[in-house]
């Protein structure tokens, strides 16, 4: 997700301007001059002037002072990647997108079929996504969310549920 | 002396001493682990404080900082690789010792010279805090919205990135924090109607994700590091004392360095190692020997990297204004825990303050004999492939943000934030900025409006107290040096704007 300065810096301008309009539509309080609009208005005026500021590149160079310091230290890794980049682009680019999309399936699936299903199939997905063969890709899948569920269930008391996989035998709910 | 006593007390307790123990123990690994942060690993474990006495959860967290923080130099000095990015500025002296065949001394210098400055910056928090604490009790809201803004506009001046994209990270954070109805008239807020964001965005869950998820995401798209191979270490800490002896200059610099920048708001570890990195250099008899393996500038920037991290307390602890992106975790758990930051913690709770001085102090001399048989079983830690420990992460993330308020509508805000930490650190955009943003977003409207209020509208009295002045002009200063520094640039330096290379 590498934008030109020129795309996030007319992002800011508008998600600034929008917040400043939004800001003040809100009703304020009956009798007094200050109320919850102000801050708002405030720092969506201030976004949009800092997003016109990025557009326009003020303030590239200090970046690039940065960047070539940590270039010298990441240059090997750098390397590596950008040789591995090449190959297959787009879909290695969507793999960054596998950890909040499972976060999402996990927000909808938890409560229909129990913790410790999904745990599994999220612990299983991202292993793979990382190159983990399966012999070590499924017994992680078995056992991490085991020793999870054990900890912030047992201990912690964190209602997790149990959904179809209630294990009476565990000590589980 | 009773209340030093009553802190004794505290912190011999069984459980506070188990949770430095396990503290220490998870930080060190963690820290050692590339790719995983000081921050993200005690992001991770704040989850896990809910549970715990108030004491012994500031403990956990004090504990797993300041581990990682050493922990980070191993894989650095071994493999060339930072495992943490506040070990990112002495890594290639610290490898170019290896090579040399001395990783025995590159790492003794870590471990030793983390402990020291983690305990010079602790005096700074025990000698620092209670003066400031009876100044801060004089305060008004003129005087604490000025503080809050000069907070804000330091994290900005110091991150290793442009200005201007600072800013609008920092502005991007309080307009999070504008979100909900905890706002001066109690009315919904850029809600759109959904019921889970009338409380606003939660602070914890939006770390979790800005710091760990979005992490994850990034070790997706990088290769994996190198594995270590297995060596047997000599003494670890021999020629340590002479070492000390020898650099003291460099050491005091360190420490005074990372205690100023670490209590300075929005900076931490990473600056200060850079900061002093350099300043060493600079400042050194043989600067030639710089990028060679020679120990001074890795004593002065491991010294001083720990030390930020105490004192990073000291503006969380007496305003409530982050010192870095561990306290901004830290300030969390301690309003939870009822040790809500504020002068009059000094004076209430004076035993809490003096236990937590002792825990510092105990999780930095703890460190030697942790951090040596960390450096020994290291090779069999970063054996464990990314992809054995990535997917705990996420497992963490989700059951740990659900853990917050048993809510899983937090667990949507660890993605969404995991998405924006993602794309916003690509671009250049500082997300300790945006944190610093989300952290202070109520406490600064509430200053202002309430400030407003007072005055009926009114600026002058934001300038007419001396205190509120000085902070005022002080925060103009900074809010116009960015400009200033480029003008001048500009002026004396036309073509470099025109040479410039585009981003690959």
């Known amino acids: 997700m590498q934008l030109s300065d020129r795309v996030t810096g007319l992002f800011m301008v508008a998600l600034g301007g929008l917040a400043a309009y939004g800001g003040s539509r809100l009703p304020p309080v009956p009798g007094q001059q200050i109320g919850p609009n102000v801050f708002p208005l405030v720092v969506g005026i201030g976004l949009a002037v800092c997003g016109g500021m990025i557009a326009f590149g003020i303030g590239r160079r200090y970046e690039e002072e940065a960047e070539a310091d940590l270039a010298k230290i990441t240059s090997q890794i750098a390397t590596d990647t950008v040789a591995e980049d090449h190959s297959h682009n787009w879909w290695r680019g969507l793999r960054a997108l596998v950890p909040p999309a499972l976060l999402l399936f996990y927000v909808l699936a938890v409560d229909r079929i129990g913790f410790l299903p999904t745990a599994a199939a999220l612990v299983l997905t991202t292993s793979l996504a990382l190159g983990a063969r399966l012999r070590l890709a499924v017994p992680l899948a078995i056992g991490a969310p085991l020793l999870v569920n054990l900890v912030f269930s047992k201990l912690l008391r964190v209602p997790l549920p149990s959904g179809l996989l209630p294990m009476p035998w565990l000590g589980l709910p | ?504």
Request: charged residues 10%; aromatic residues 8%.
């Open chain 2, 1 to 504: 002396m009773s209340t030093l006593l009553e802190a004794f007390r505290l912190v011999m307790q069984t459980d506070v001493l188990l949770a430095i123990l396990l503290a220490s123990i998870y930080g060190l690994v963690v820290g050692s682990l590339p790719g995983l942060s000081a921050t993200m690993a005690t992001a991770l474990l704040v989850p896990v404080t809910f549970y715990l006495s108030p004491i012994a959860a500031v403990a956990t967290i004090i504990a797993a900082s300041a581990m990682a923080i050493f922990s980070g130099d191993i894989p650095g000095a071994l493999l060339r690789i930072p495992g943490t990015p506040a070990s990112a500025a002495y890594t290639d002296e610290a490898y170019a010792m290896t090579r040399k065949g001395q990783p025995e001394m590159a790492l003794g210098i870590c471990v030793w010279f983390s402990a020291l400055g983690g305990i010079a910056g602790t005096l700074s928090l025990i000698v620092l805090a209670p003066p400031l604490a009876e100044m801060a009790l004089n305060f008004s809201t003129y005087e604490y919205f000025w503080l809050a803004f000069l907070g804000l506009m330091c994290a900005t001046m110091v991150a290793r990135s442009s200005p201007v994209k600072a800013i609008a990270s920092m502005l991007l954070g309080l307009l999070v924090a504008c979100i909900g109805i905890e706002n001066p008239a109690g009315t919904p807020r850029f809600t759109f109607g959904i019921t889970d964001l009338l409380g606003g965005i939660e602070v914890i869950p939006a770390l979790v994700g800005v710091f760990a998820v979005s992490e994850v995401m990034r070790a997706m798209l990088t290769a994996e590091p190198p594995k270590l191979p297995y060596r047997r270490f000599g003494s670890i800490l021999k020629g340590q004392i002479a070492l000390t002896k020898k650099y003291v200059a460099p050491q005091v610099r360190g420490n005074i360095v990372g205690i100023i920048i670490g209590v300075l708001p929005g900076a931490g570890a990473d600056m200060a190692a850079w900061v002093s990195y350099s300043m060493s250099k600079r400042f050194s008899k043989e600067p030639k020997k710089f990028g060679t393996g020679h120990p001074e500038g890795l004593i002065e920037a491991g010294a001083s990297n720990n030390a930020s991290l105490a004192s990073g307390w000291v503006p969380s602890l007496l305003f409530g204004i982050p010192g870095d992106t561990i306290t901004a975790i830290a300030i969390g758990v301690l309003y939870m825990k009822g040790l809500n930051p504020g002068p009059t913690l000094f004076t209430e709770r004076a035993s809490s303050m003096y236990a937590l001085y002792i825990i510092f102090i105990i999780a930095n001399i703890i460190m030697i004999p942790l951090g040596i048989a960390m450096i020994r079983v290291a090779a069999l830690v970063l054996r464990a492939p990314r992809a054995s420990v990535m997917p705990v992460i996420v497992l963490l993330c989700a059951v740990g943000a659900f853990a917050t308020g048993n809510n899983l509508f937090a667990v949507i805000t660890v993605a969404a934030f995991g998405v924006i930490g993602y794309v916003m650190e690509r671009n250049g955009y500082p997300v300790a900025a945006m944190v610093l943003g989300i952290v202070m977003g109520t406490m600064v409207e509430q200053s202002f409006v309430t400030s407003l209020i007072k005055s009926d509208g009114s600026i002058l009295p934001f300038f007419s107290r001396p205190v509120a002045a000085v902070l005022a002009s002080m925060t103009i200063a900074a809010l116009l040096w960015p400009l200033g520094v480029w003008t001048w640039r500009l002026l004396r330096r036309p073509t470099a704007y025109i040479v410039r290379n585009e981003k690959p």
